[in-house]
């Protein structure tokens, strides 16, 4: 992946043991980080704003509940609200802006990964680093085959040592689409370089 890339984001899926992982994740992103981060991670209504509120605490860069209609900007973390479906849409004046939804979930999901992914096969973007991290089940995986025809996607899948539940980034692996297998502790500065900090 080319480092002079200008539109870029960053996606990070997680279920079971993730709200753990993204605490060595997010605070670890540099605040000059050249992307905005969406996260989706599997939890009920409500529990998405601790979440957000203490990996801001923790973090260089902002961390945020996702509200339908935010505006994504560099350096800036995004957390699916608990419940709803996100969406990333460009909006009329061409920027990359947030849909909530409240589409049936998926597999029992809801938000789910591969919703978000799907919905960002038609934005404008140069460049797509993608995490998937600890979790059940294999949330994330067609998304990420659908994003590989139409962008530039680089794909980091958090190894079997350092997961809780070693099921979404399997799925990742056994797909062939992970371009880089890396325990928990890396994955942040691994991120920073794939979007030009370093």
């Given at each position: 992946?080319?480092?002079?890339?200008?539109?870029?984001?960053?996606?990070?899926?997680?279920?079971?043991?993730?709200?753990?992982?993204?605490?060595?994740?997010?605070?670890?992103?540099?605040?000059?980080?050249?992307?905005?981060?969406?996260?989706?991670?599997?939890?009920?209504?409500?529990?998405?704003?601790?979440?957000?509120?203490r990996l801001d605490e923790l973090s260089e860069v902002s961390v945020s509940e996702a509200c339908d209609g935010d505006i994504l900007k560099k350096g800036h973390v995004y957390i699916a609200r608990g419940g709803l479906h996100m969406r990333i849409i460009k909006n009329k004046q061409g920027m990359l802006q947030i849909r909530e939804t409240e589409e049936p979930p998926v597999n029992g999901l809801r938000p789910c990964a591969n919703i978000t992914f799907?919905?960002?096969?038609?934005?404008?973007?140069?460049?797509?680093?993608?995490?998937?991290?600890?979790?059940?089940?294999?949330?994330?995986?067609?998304?990420?085959?659908?994003?590989?025809?139409?962008?530039?996607?680089?794909?980091?899948a958090q190894n079997r040592e350092t997961c809780v539940v070693y099921g979404m980034p399997k799925a990742i692996v056994e797909h062939d689409l992970a371009d880089m297998i890396l325990p928990l502790d890396e994955i942040g500065k691994a991120i920073n370089m794939k979007t030009g900090v370093y």
């Open positions: 992946m080319k480092n002079y890339k200008e539109n870029k984001l960053v996606i990070i899926a997680s279920s079971t043991g993730g709200p753990k992982a993204l605490q060595q994740v997010i605070p670890k992103l540099d605040q000059k980080l050249d992307a905005p981060v969406v996260v989706v991670q599997h939890m009920p209504k409500g529990f998405t704003a601790s979440l957000s509120q799907d919905s960002i096969l038609s934005c404008p973007l140069d460049a797509i680093v993608c995490a998937v991290l600890t979790g059940m089940g294999a949330d994330g995986c067609t998304g990420i085959e659908h994003l590989k025809e139409k962008h530039n996607i680089f794909t980091i």
